[in-house]
């Protein structure tokens, strides 16, 4: 079941695919489909994460979400800054699309943050991390480049934990 999760790798791209080919015909409907298709994606990757049995494999998919997605974060914060500083030269009008920016920027970061959030916490009630390094684990997750970082050594733990000698 996990293995849905792949969705929230390539979900970026596909949200900015359907919003530039279909953007000119049906301008009004495409954010409000974007966000309840987005909806969906969360809640069901919140259950998924909960219910999944292999959290060692919900570690490693997450993990490859992260990567899979770093060119996606790259692109889009050079659009978003230019956007903003092009825009700012009409009359400041440029500090109005801040707030979808980070909208966007949030809705695609949770969906990485909460599995492996849920992993962490999973390592620590079977006692494989101590109370130090899951702290670690939840405040890191939310800093970006840092994140990915920190989803390689969840699942290293993952593995560690499931090869006590290696």
């Keep these: 079941m996990e293995k849905l999760l792949?969705?929230?790798?390539?979900?970026?791209y596909l949200y900015i695919l359907a919003i530039c080919l279909l953007m000119d015909a049906y301008p009004?409907?495409?954010?409000?489909?974007?966000?309840i298709v987005y909806a969906v994606q969360l809640l069901a990757t919140i259950v998924i994460s909960i219910i999944c049995?292999?959290?060692?494999?919900?570690a490693k998919i997450t993990m490859i979400n992260k990567f899979v997605?770093?060119?996606?974060?790259?692109?889009?914060?050079?659009i978003a800054v230019i956007g903003v500083?092009?825009?700012?030269?009409?009359?400041?009008?440029?500090?109005?699309?801040i707030p979808i920016f980070v909208a966007i920027d949030i809705g695609v970061f949770l969906t990485t943050v909460i599995p492996e959030e849920i992993c962490a916490i999973h390592l620590l009630r079977k006692r494989k991390i101590s109370l130090g390094r899951f702290f670690l684990y939840l405040i890191c997750n939310c800093i970006y480049v840092v994140d990915i970082?920190?989803?390689?050594?969840?699942?290293?733990?993952?593995?560690?934990s499931l090869n006590p000698e290696g």
Excluded: W
Aim: hydrophobic share 55%; charged share 20%; with cysteine.
């Design 85 to 97: 500083l092009v825009f700012m030269g009409l009359m400041g009008v440029g500090l109005l699309f």
């Design 53 to 58: 049995k292999d959290k060692a494999k919900l």
């Design 149 to 160: 970082v920190m989803s390689v050594m969840i699942h290293r733990d993952f593995k560690k």
């Design 69 to 78: 997605q770093i060119p996606y974060y790259l692109a889009f914060f050079v």
């Design 28 to 35: 009004d409907e495409i954010y409000t489909v974007c966000l």
């Design 6 to 12: 792949i969705f929230n790798g390539i979900s970026p």
